[in-house]
């Protein structure tokens, strides 16, 4: 099984909305990742946990603020967002940071009005 | 730094084959993926190919690799209508620093299928 999972699929809020986006996985990978997708452009990476600790930030503002609760799950809390901000969320996991391919979530279509 | 570079468009007549093209910067790349994109969802891994390797075969896909001239290809055979999507190449940042495990990825090739 190579699933990892998001929510919500799409989400719509305000710049003055706090709201959070999940992903989990159940593959026993120790490394999760967060990128963002603008339309017809490749994911751009925003953050990486290795074994539950944060390891990577791609100098991604502080309206952004991920979390990881335990291997299994990752959520970025949204505050204050900007409608630039509007875009695809993915999510993905490797067995480590340092080797293994990272499988994809379907992500969340996040539109900031 | 490492740059992956893709043609942006490919159109191809159903049941021809397709090859889409990426060239890559970084020489000391482990591994480089392809993953697929369907509209509105997520990166489907489609295959990878480890760095000391010419070519992979998997059922309707092939990789070639040429390492000396830091090319990847990704042929489809038999392209079918349920193809269409954008194809991202991507390489693995290598060994060391704050980069590594990070993937650097083209800016897609967008395929077209025509019945």
């Known amino acids: 099984d190579t699933e990892v999972t998001q929510t919500p699929k799409h989400l719509v809020m305000g710049m003055t909305n706090k709201k959070s986006l999940k992903c989990e996985q159940h593959?026993?990978?120790?490394?999760m990742y967060w990128y963002k997708q603008k339309a017809k452009k490749p994911p751009e990476l925003m953050f990486v946990?290795?074994?539950?600790?944060?390891?990577i930030n791609e100098s991604v503002p502080s309206r952004f603020s991920p979390e990881c609760p335990n291997s299994s799950l990752l959520n970025l809390h949204l505050h204050a967002l900007q409608p630039e901000d509007s875009a695809l969320y993915l999510c993905?996991?490797?067995?480590?940071?340092?080797?293994?391919?990272?499988?994809f979530g379907p992500g969340t279509r996040l539109l900031v009005l | 730094g490492e740059d992956v570079e893709q043609s942006l468009f490919l159109s191809v007549r159903e049941g021809d084959s397709s090859v889409i093209n990426c060239t890559y910067t970084?020489?000391?790349?482990?591994?480089l993926y392809w993953y697929k994109q369907e509209p509105g969802a997520g990166l489907q891994l489609l295959t990878y190919?480890?760095?000391?390797?010419d070519m992979k075969q998997d059922q309707r896909l092939t990789v070639l690799l040429n390492k000396k001239d830091k090319h990847l290809s990704l042929r489809i055979a038999d392209t079918q209508t349920g193809d269409s999507a954008i194809y991202f190449c991507?390489?693995?940042?290598?060994?060391?620093?704050?980069?590594?495990?990070?993937?650097?990825f083209g800016q897609g090739t967008i395929l077209t299928v025509h019945p």
């Open positions: 946990y290795s074994y539950e600790k944060l390891s």
């Open positions: 190919i480890f760095s000391n390797m």
């Open positions: 970084d020489s000391s790349s482990t591994y």
């Open positions: 593959m026993g990978h120790r490394a």
């Open positions: 993905a996991s490797s067995q480590e940071r340092q080797q293994e391919t990272q499988y």
């Open positions: 991507a390489e693995r940042a290598n060994a060391g620093g704050t980069s590594y495990g990070k993937l650097t």
